[in-house]
């Protein structure tokens, strides 16, 4: 059985060795046109969704500690 695994493994990496290389945009010089332009979209990307991640976050919290004040309020009440 191990060796069947191994077989398959090797197998595997000889078919698919090819689609494992890089892009030639990502493969290419970073000092490139397209290398700098992939850097500021990523940069971009990251200026967007970051604060859109906190202000998701922001409002879960808040929504928590709302949901734990009103059902402290019930348990008080009841």
Excluded: R
Aim: neutral net charge; aromatic residues 8%; contains cysteine.
């Amino acid at each position: 059985m191990k060796n069947y695994l191994s077989f398959l493994l090797a197998l595997f990496i000889i078919t698919f060795s090819e689609s494992i290389y890089a892009c030639s945009t990502c493969y290419g010089d970073p000092n490139s046109d397209a290398g700098k332009g992939m850097d500021m979209a990523i940069i971009t990307l990251l200026g967007v969704i970051t604060p859109l991640l906190f202000v998701i976050a922001i409002g879960i919290v808040s929504i928590g500690l709302k949901s734990k004040k009103m059902n402290q309020d019930l348990i008080k009440h009841d």
